[in-house]
């Protein structure tokens, strides 16, 4: 297959490696004397090659791209699953505290403060600021967790993998 000279009007099946353009045989011996010289075929033929070895990196790549992605994909649904039970903890804990402070004004309201022994008052107040503390540590966790979520969001589409993997077969 030869092609026309850049620089003359005369068929070629010559390519300068040096100034990377096809040349003729008469170009060959007077302009180009000194240039490395290879044959248009086996040009094609090398950057055929280098191509073939360009999209398996590209294969290699997606590939590779695929697998994080399902890996990403799973550790989201982990956290979701975190934030889900977390949220379902934080509302029984609220709940909780809520009869708890119900219960501590009904014993206020009614002065049965008094009858009760020193020590189980101070108990309850304990286990009121446990529950307390639990929830806050819980919400922690829970503003932690959507954090994560928000961070690790892949955005990728279907449409796009779909498009890359066309290009990839064509080639």
Request: aromatic residues 6%; positive net charge.
């Amino acid at each position: 297959v030869s092609t026309q000279s850049t620089g003359c009007d005369l068929k070629t099946p010559n390519f300068c490696e040096t100034c990377k353009k096809e040349i003729c045989a008469k170009c060959v011996v007077q302009s180009h004397k000194d240039h490395q010289i290879s044959d248009l075929i086996t040009q094609f033929k090398n950057r055929r090659e280098s191509l073939k070895g360009f999209i398996q990196e590209l294969k290699g790549n997606f590939e590779e791209s695929e697998k994080k992605t399902k890996e990403l994909s799973k550790e989201l649904e982990r956290i979701k699953k975190e934030l889900k039970e977390e949220t379902r903890k934080k509302k029984v804990f609220k709940t909780t505290i809520e009869k708890l402070s119900l219960v501590n004004e009904q014993l206020k309201d009614e002065h049965l403060l008094v009858v009760l022994v020193p020590e189980e008052h101070e108990n309850f107040f304990k286990l009121e600021e446990k529950l307390r503390n639990k929830l806050q540590l819980s919400e922690r966790k829970l503003q932690q967790q959507s954090a994560k979520f928000e961070d690790s969001r892949v955005i990728s589409s279907e449409e796009e993998q779909k498009v890359v993997v066309g290009w990839l077969s064509e080639a």
